[in-house]
């Protein structure tokens, strides 16, 4: 039975089996949407080499080196999740409170479990509640990685539902431009931006470098620009 959390217009937090869960509030509880960093799936992407490339190479992974990273849009963390499962410092920073609760839960399940390998992992993570925009963020990062919301096409069907339900909360963002320009301030290396495969570029200027993937792509700008 949930037990309702937060309560915003039309979306609710709310505890089902001792996690907490986004969903709208007309929804049935099975409609939940959590961080779930012992999800089969993500800890498949974690292992595959194959399914991380793209985002491994936009941030710089190569041989021994591993870029500390600012992830300026956390979201449900998995792309951060990613990241800091191959080794990099990765700080992530997320505006919406009700998604940081989700983010927070998620952690602090996550290390409930006796996993020595998610442990160290989620060592490697640390999460700011606020916004990348006007915080002024103490440190210094090597790659500054941008996943903003952006407005989805009618292949909105494959969207997961846990991204649906973030998109519907949230609304498409329509500050990418500040963001590219804030990114490029404080990345001491580089800006990536995950952008859905056919999207348009976040800002005029022409990337350094991108990857395709099936279903998006990562857009490289070398820093300082
Ligand atoms: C598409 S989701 C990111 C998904 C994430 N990459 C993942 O792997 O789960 C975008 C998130 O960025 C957050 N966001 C957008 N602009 C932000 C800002 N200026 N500062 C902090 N968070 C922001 C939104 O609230 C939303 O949760």
Redesign the pocket.
């Known amino acids: 039975m949930a037990k309702l959390v937060a309560d915003t217009s039309q979306f609710v937090l709310v505890t089902i089996n001792d996690a907490v869960g986004l969903k709208r509030r007309d929804a049935e509880d099975s409609d939940a949407v959590f961080v779930d960093f012992c999800a089969p799936a993500l800890s498949y992407r974690a292992t595959s080499a194959v399914k991380q490339q793209g985002l491994s190479k936009a941030v710089g992974i190569k041989g021994a080196l591993r870029p500390r990273v600012l ?12 990241l800091a499962s191959q080794g990099c410092r990765v700080t992530l ?4 409170p009700l ?1 940081c609760a989700l983010l927070r839960d998620g952690i602090a399940r996550a290390r409930g479990t006796s996993d020595p390998s998610l442990a160290e992992t989620l060592a490697r993570m640390a999460l700011i509640e ?6 002024s963020a103490d440190g210094e990062w090597d790659v500054v ?1 941008l ?4 407005p989805e096409s009618k292949k909105s069907a494959r969207v997961k539902k ?2 649906f339900a ?2 519907e909360h ?1 609304g498409a ?1 329509d ?1 990418g431009e ?2 590219w320009l ?1 990114a490029c301030e404080v990345a001491c290396k580089r800006v990536v931006v ?1 952008r859905s495969k056919s999207a348009p570029l976040i800002s005029a200027a022409k990337p350094d470098i991108q990857y395709k993937g099936t279903s998006s792509r990562f857009d490289v700008y070398l820093t300082p620009k």
Request: net charge negative.
């Open positions: 992830d300026a849009t956390a979201g449900f963390g998995k792309d951060a999740y990613l920073f997320e505006r919406d998604v606020g916004d990348f925009l006007s915080h990685y996943d903003p919301m952006f846990d991204m973030l998109q949230l963002a500050d500040q963001m804030r995950k």
